[in-house]
């Protein structure tokens, strides 16, 4: 044991009957056999935690733990029918119990009454979530994995803690590997090395383009030697190849928000079923994905965690999709604060606040530049969302269809949060993984802006929950919104037309002038959307060459990417102002324009490398 725990150990009264002292990553766990102790250690524990600057935490040992159908029975007793708990899992590995309910507030009690009853009669921890306000069979089944492994994930959290507290040696040097996502985008990944720990960030895959995978055999990387992995966000181009790294041997974590962890896991699934559905060898397999969901660390924005014995880990809103943070790097001890920003929204949008800027320090910034360049202006979004609304009531009121391509999460969510704002009276479809992702999306009102939260626990205000909702799951389903003779609108996957049940749509919808596709996100160069946005009439979809009849229609000013004007002022308004900014995500053109204007505009160093270089930090 190292000698942080020894301290704790030493700290302890002789009352306190400690059984296991466990590292659970970066904190620490204490579990007694003493009743007394459990339930009146607060005070101590306080002390402590200041005193050491680690999360610190009592739980009961075993023997004090009451069986667990007593204890079901017992907690729902306690809670309020109201509550509407809906599934309990009991970890005995952790001596923690997990309830699942409806109303989690309820559950915790007026400052946090039954919580604490609940330990007080059944001895076990409880941890207290929210369930999806929509059924989803995959988040149920991903929830079950998690819990499913507790004894294997006891022991590799307690690894990792010792891992974490080893020593460590100066930091002499800090370098930044462009292994994807530099002058492109797609597949991000960024390797961060110091003399003692390597750090991937983001582990993405480039969905259109000739060679999908990061550059991971560039001798810089070496899996034996990988420390950690923090993801930004969910979307495939950041987290696409992460279950790769498990299915070849990866053992250690992977850090991120709990959302992008449940996104994650369901993108990585349907990327499964793209390939196979277009007779391609995916490059893992359900296996990578379940080891990627173990191996897992949750974190919640504003969370500081020690990742490595010399890098400490902040996650803060990065405005973009749900879940998705903006990357902040303590790296020895304050010697050098890096900031990653994965995609960001700098700017005010239905569901999520700006992205954050509260970071006490930073010296480095990685930033994209999907919207770098000047030419990249956007309307304002109140006047993005007139324009799309006025679009859609013209079309039904023509008797046509309304066809959104989109990503499972993102830019559906926000047309959704946008349509059922209005009196529009037409069924919005959400095609298969965006009616899982929604349900996702109900599960955590803590991550939206303030006042989506409000909307969201108000009775009968939830966007999420409107009627007008209707998921399509099966190809029957798909077929009947397809053939029906009333408007409605579509929303599908996947954004870039490059696969998904959205070409089926097209297919169908597509020789029919009535019917209008609208763009509401980034077209990437080489999709399908990107031909069709530019004006082609004979696209080849499904392999059958279609005419295309239908109004294509882009909306622009919806993106969860800032304009060059918002990156600018993200970097201003940080409250250091960093000495190195370096650009990536971005096409070649955007990724040197923005890098140019950063350095005239603000007089920061920068720099746009390409793939394969590496830049030396300190
Ligand atoms: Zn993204």
């Known amino acids: 044991m190292n000698s942080i725990v020894e301290e704790i150990l030493n700290s302890l009264p002789e009352e306190a009957k400690t059984g296991e002292i466990c590292y659970e990553a970066s904190d620490i766990v204490v579990y007694t056999k003493s009743y007394d102790f459990l339930l009146n250690c607060g005070e101590l524990i306080r002390q402590l935690v200041n005193r050491f600057k680690k999360r610190i935490e009592v739980r009961a040992s075993r023997e004090l733990l009451s069986d667990e159908n007593e204890a079901e029975n017992k907690i729902r007793e306690l809670a309020p029918k109201e509550a509407e708990i809906t599934e309990i899992y009991f970890e005995p590995e952790f001596s923690k119990v997990i309830i699942h309910a409806k109303r989690p507030g309820i559950v915790i009690g007026k400052n946090g009454g039954i919580a604490r009853k609940i330990l007080e009669t059944t001895c076990w921890t409880p941890e207290i979530k929210r369930s999806c306000e929509i059924e989803s069979e995959i988040v149920k089944a991903i929830r079950r994995m998690l819990h499913a492994q507790a004894s294997e994930r006891k022991k590799f959290l307690h690894e990792l803690g010792k891992k974490i507290y080893s020593e460590s040696k100066e930091v002499e040097y800090i370098r930044v590997s462009c292994l994807g996502g530099f002058r492109e985008v797609g597949r991000s990944c960024v390797l961060v090395k110091t003399p003692n720990s390597h750090v991937m960030l983001d582990c993405g895959i480039a969905v259109a383009g000739s060679r999908p995978f990061p550059y991971l055999e560039m001798e810089d990387f070496v899996l034996q030697k990988l420390d950690a992995v923090v993801i930004s966000h969910a979307h495939l181009d950041h987290v696409g190849l992460l279950p790769y790294l498990y299915e070849y041997g990866y053992r250690g974590p992977c850090y991120m928000t709990e959302p992008t962890r449940d996104l994650m896991a369901l993108l990585c699934m349907d990327y499964i079923n793209v390939c196979q559905r277009e007779h391609k060898e995916a490059p893992y397999s359900i296996k990578g994905i379940e080891k990627a969901i173990k191996y897992s660390v949750a974190l ?140 996702i999306h109900t599960a955590y009102p803590e991550f939206f802006s303030r006042t989506m939260q409000k909307l969201m626990l108000k009775m009968g205000k939830n966007p999420f929950l409107d009627p007008r909702l209707k998921a399509i799951g099966s190809a029957k389903e798909r077929e009947d919104v397809i053939t029906e003779a009333r408007p409605s609108i579509i929303v599908a996957t996947s954004g870039m037309l490059n696969g998904g049940p959205v070409l089926e749509y097209l297919e169908k919808l597509g020789g029919d002038e009535r019917n209008a596709l609208i763009f509401v996100g980034y077209q990437g160069e080489g999709t399908l959307g990107r031909r069709v946005q530019k004006g082609w009439k004979h696209v080849t979809v499904n392999n059958k060459t279609i005419e295309i009849k239908l109004e294509v229609i882009t909306v622009e000013g919806l993106s969860g990417h800032s304009p060059q004007r918002e990156l600018i002022n993200y970097i201003a308004h940080l409250r250091t102002k960093p000495k190195k900014v370096i650009v990536n995500h971005g096409e070649p053109k955007k990724c040197v324009e923005l890098a140019r204007t950063i350095h005239r505009v603000l007089g920061i160093e920068t720099v746009a490398p390409k793939n394969l270089e590496t830049v030396r930090l300190k």
């Open 300 to 439: 919640k924005y504003g969370e500081v965690t020690d990742i490595t014995c010399d890098v400490r880990l902040t996650l803060e809103n990065a405005g973009h999709m749900l879940g998705s943070s903006v990357v902040h790097l303590n790296i020895g001890n304050g010697t050098y604060n890096l900031l990653y920003t994965g995609d960001i929204k700098y700017g005010v949008t239905r569901l999520f606040s700006p992205a954050s800027t509260d970071f006490t320090r930073v010296e480095g910034v990685i930033i994209e530049s999907t919207y770098g360049s000047s030419e990249d202006v956007q309307p304002r979004r109140s006047e993005a969302e007139a324009n799309l609304i006025a679009h859609i009531k013209r079309v039904i009121a023509r008797g046509g269809k309304v066809l959104i391509p989109s990503f499972a999460a993102e830019r559906g969510q926000e047309v959704v949060a946008i349509l059922t704002s209005t009196d529009i009276q037409a069924p919005i479809y959400l095609d298969g993984m965006l009616w899982d992702a929604t349900a």
